[in-house]
Each structure stands twice: as C-alpha cells, then as structure tokens.
T-cell receptor, first 115, second 113 residues
Framework: AQKVTQAQTEISVVEKEDVTLDCVYETRDTTYYLFWYKQPPSGELVFLIRRNSFDEQNEISGRYSWNFQKSTSSFNFTITASQVVDSAVYFCALSGRGSQGNLIFGKGTKLSVKP | GAGVSQSPSNKVTEKGKDVELRCDPISGHTALYWYRQSLGQGLEFLIYFQGNSAPDKSGLPSDRFSAERTGGSVSTLTIQRTQQEDSAVYLC???????????FGPGTRLTVL
C-alpha cells in the first residue's frame, strides 16, 4: 500500500530558529515522485518541490532544504532561520501508481512561527 | 490566465440538491486534477484528466460524483443528490504534464445543509 506519514501534527518555533518537518513514505514502486506543498492561512496550496526517486541529491532553495533518503524512505524538509511568513500547513505527498495521476498526501504539519 | 481559477468560491446547498463546480486551468496545461479537503479526511484525490479523458476515476467516492473536461480546458465536477458528508473544500489543480508539480486553485467551499 502507498502511504505518507507526517508524524508531527503541529510545531511551534520562535523566529530565526531552524525547523525540520518529517515525512516518511511507503511504496512498492521503484519509480515515484515526492512532493512538498505549503498551505498558508489564505488557503491556497503552493507547490514547493518535486523529487524523482532516482535522484537522492539534497536540494537547497534559499532558506529551504530537502533531505531525501531512500534507505529510510524519508523526505524531510528543513527551514533555516524561520520567519513568521513561513507559518502554514506543510504537506508531503507521494505520486500514485502507474498511470494514476493522483498524489497521496500526508495529513500535514502545521508550523507556527512566532516573532 | 495566470493561475487556476475556480467558481463559485463558496456554495451552500440543501441536502438532495445537485451542484456543479467549475475549474479553469492554466492555459496549455494538459493535466487536470480534482481533490477535496476536509478536516476529517485531509486531502483526497478525486479524479485526473489528461486532455479530455479521465484515465483514473478511482477516487470518485460514489456514483453521485461525475466530472468532465471539454476542449482540453475547463472542467466541471458535478455532485448529484448532495449529502452532508459532501461538505468540503473542492480543489482543482493543473500541470503541464502528469505529476509535474501541480498549481492549485483557491478551491470551492461546499456546505450541504
């Protein structure tokens, strides 16, 4: 079965702290994609990143970085020097099997960054 | 347009009535998806279109739900004989190709009384 687990339901940090959001996935596919989305209080989901299962290189984009480890089936997301504007619900997702076009989402982690 | 648009933004209906939700994807995006988001169920996949055809209808929760896409562009999601458990935010997304990193619309908040 395919599954995405985001064990952290809510995280609260103070501005400028670093924070890591965990994502663990299950799939029997050898080829798959992993995603992170951000849903700010305004409600609209924003695409952050897509990684191919064959590319385990870590990625950095500004204050955001992603650590993909196939050995532990994890795709963790770190925000460095967090800011109040980072407050949102963050979703990790896994691509569905075969010709399916769906994403399987985790339950999300609500991040609150306090000034 | 610049992004994915959905209409209406809010819809309140009575149990048993039919509703139609509309999605205008980004021009040129061949892949279109419908999801719904509710407190209890999180984000659930409903249906995926590639062009005008729907190779994957596995997520539709019942035969009361149907969707179509015309001209490789606009899509409508129809819910017949609405039930209270259909209350949710219905999200549409589109991408240039399957699973390329979808752009989501603002959603339609459906409330069934």
């Amino acid at each position: 079965a395919q599954k995405v687990t985001q064990a952290q339901t809510e995280i609260s940090v103070v501005e400028k702290e670093d924070v890591t959001l965990d994502c663990v996935y299950e799939t029997r596919d050898t080829t798959y994609y992993l995603f992170w989305y951000k849903q700010p209080p305004s409600g609209e989901l924003v695409f952050l990143i897509r990684r191919n299962s064959f590319d385990e290189q870590n990625e950095i984009s500004g204050r955001y970085s992603w650590n993909f480890q196939k050995s532990t089936s994890s795709f963790n997301f770190t925000i460095t020097a967090s800011q109040v504007v980072d407050s949102a619900v963050y979703f990790c997702a896994l691509s569905g099997r075969g010709s399916q076009g769906n994403l399987i989402f985790g339950k999300g982690t609500k991040l609150s960054v306090k000034p | 347009g610049a992004g994915v648009s959905q209409s209406p933004s809010n819809k309140v209906t009575e149990k048993g009535k039919d509703v139609e939700l509309r999605c205008d994807p980004i021009s040129g995006h061949t892949a279109l998806y419908w999801y719904r988001q509710s407190l209890g169920q999180g984000l659930e996949f409903l249906i995926y279109f590639q062009g005008n055809s729907a190779p994957d209808k596995s997520g539709l929760p019942s035969d009361r739900f149907s969707a179509e896409r015309t001209g490789g562009s606009v899509s409508t999601l129809t819910i017949q004989r609405t039930q209270q458990e259909d209350s949710a935010v219905y999200l549409c997304a589109s991408s240039l190709e399957r699973l390329a990193g979808e752009t989501f619309g603002p959603g339609t908040r459906l409330t069934v009384l």
